[in-house]
């Protein structure tokens, strides 16, 4: 779903030169995944709710706001882990961490 939603917004905002940058890194007792686009970032206004249920920034029809929602669920209540965003000078970061097994 992060995937998507950062081609998606790549696609949408006509980026000249689109990249995705995946980074995976071991911290202490976390596997930490981060995923960055160079898409702008995400308006600040909007930051703190977009892993809420039903809030989209896309179209009905492109969008149910369930996405990042249940990303979140699954990553934090079945994985054990946490995902946050946060903006960066090119865009945005999706910071993924599960806990080592």
Not at 23 to 43: F, K, M, R, T
Not at 50 to 79: A, D, Q, R, V, W
Request: proline share 6%.
């Amino acid at each position: 779903n992060v995937l998507k939603n950062a081609e998606d917004v790549i696609k949408e905002r006509h980026i000249k030169y689109p990249h995705i940058f995946i980074h995976i890194e071991e911290q202490e007792e976390w596997h930490v995944l981060s995923i960055e686009d160079n898409a702008g970032g995400i308006p600040p206004h909007i930051l703190p709710y977009i892993f809420e249920p039903y809030f989209s920034t896309k179209s009905e029809k492109n969008g149910s706001g369930l996405g990042l929602y249940m990303s979140k669920t699954i990553i934090e209540e079945h994985c054990g882990g946490m995902i946050y965003a946060e903006n960066t000078p090119i865009g945005a970061r999706f910071i993924i961490k599960l806990k080592e097994e």
